[in-house]
């Protein structure tokens, strides 16, 4: 029997509730971070500022040997030192960097390579979505550090502290200087890993012969495994994998978009198939 | 490679991505359609760079236990899904890839 296929009507209760299980799940592969603890009951401006940056320290942590692993790999596969320095200072997105030094060993243009980098930090674009209630009433001056400052562990702890406000220590007007404190701690981190990296590159200049590559494709199964916790997110993984070993051949790397287009729409659309029959039969996805 | 351009390109794409919903306040509202496929843009992008890189030497499909690096990743595939652990996954994946290869050229 053919079942007719319910267009997902999704309320903003629900995929709030998907994408955090989504984020929290990430940020299990890090320390947990610690829920915000301010001596006083009304937490002063620096006091905002240096919780932030504490409570962020687990996952500043964490992002260490990645910042060391970038700065050698890209000197490695042909970035120059201070274009690899440039690119932890001013565009600040571990996952999209370290595919960059993958393509640029790979030889592929700046715009293919600029392309690959829009779709990766796409999921930005979700955490900012749900920042934007607690920043919007927040100058341009404040807005656009913010904004730059905006990654994964970042949001993983300012999210947090927004979030606390029944408690009337947690009424704080000051909250937006402890994502800054935050932000700004991983963001001196990323920097000085890059420079390390960098220099442990030039230690051993052969990195990339005996393997250490290798690091890069290990890092991102370790950071795909956990999203898998549904059908459809396996299936979206899978076929994208498919596509991209099919079109491993075609030039520019083309082939990654391809495979990254078809396993979304894979995901997508059997997250509406599986819906469909879960309303109707009961089954869990 | 012009890396003036690569820097310049993906700064201003990766600040717009960020920025765009910030500056725009609540004045711009994203279909909860468009905001569900996105939650699969990084695992899907993630496995499309991968597994060419795992599976394939030199252009050529390597399926075997000649290929330290599918040995390697299937280690790391087993040790995220028990412990969901980053630094374990690397650390064992990393190891388990080396210790392959040094066997392999024994």
């Keep these: 029997m053919l079942m007719p296929l319910r267009i997902a009507a999704l309320n903003w209760g629900r995929l709030t509730r998907i994408w955090y299980h989504s984020i929290l799940g990430r940020m299990s592969l890090s320390p947990t971070p610690p829920l915000p603890h301010f001596p006083t009951p009304s937490p002063s401006l620096s006091q905002e500022f240096w919780t932030g940056a504490r409570d962020i320290i687990p996952l500043v942590v964490g992002a260490v040997p990645f910042g060391i692993i970038f700065g050698t790999l890209a000197t490695n596969n042909g970035l120059s030192s201070l274009a690899t320095v440039a690119m932890s200072a001013f565009v600040f997105a571990g996952s999209s960097q370290f595919i960059a030094a993958g393509m640029i060993a790979a030889k592929t243009g700046w715009l293919l390579i600029v392309l690959t980098t829009f779709v990766v930090n796409l999921r930005h674009l979700l955490y900012a979505v749900s920042l934007v209630p607690y920043v919007k009433t927040l100058p341009q001056r404040w807005k656009i550090p913010l904004a730059f400052l905006l990654t994964d562990e970042a949001f993983a702890v300012v999210i947090r502290r927004y979030e606390l406000k029944n408690e009337p220590k947690e009424k704080s007007s000051f909250k937006h200087w402890y994502y800054l404190g935050a932000a700004l701690t991983m963001y001196l981190n990323w920097l000085l890993c890059t420079l390390l990296g960098i220099t442990l590159g030039q230690m051993i200049p052969d990195a990339t012969e005996w393997g250490l590559d290798f690091a890069m494709s290990v890092t991102f199964i370790g950071m795909v495994v956990p999203y898998l916790k549904n059908k459809p997110m396996v299936i979206s993984v899978v076929v994208a994998g498919l596509v991209a070993l099919l079109t491993a051949s075609f030039p520019n790397k083309l082939g990654l978009m391809l495979a990254a287009l078809l396993g979304i729409a894979a995901g997508v659309l059997s997250e509406r198939v599986l819906k469909g029959n879960n309303n109707l039969t009961g089954d869990n996805l | ?106």
Excluded: C, H, K
């Design chain 2, 1 to 106: 490679m012009n890396e003036v351009l690569l820097i310049l390109g993906m700064m201003l794409v990766t600040f717009f991505i960020r920025y765009v919903m910030f500056g725009a306040s609540s004045r711009i509202t994203l279909s909860p359609d468009f905001l569900s496929a996105l939650r699969y843009v990084p695992p899907v992008v993630l496995s499309a760079i991968v597994v060419p890189e795992v599976l394939l030497s030199d252009g050529a499909l390597s399926v075997g236990v000649m290929n330290a690096r599918l040995v390697g990743a299937i280690a790391a595939i087993v040790i995220s899904y028990v412990t969901r652990n980053l630094l374990l996954t690397i650390i064992v994946g990393m190891a388990v890839f080396f210790g392959w290869q040094s066997l392999i050229v024994l």
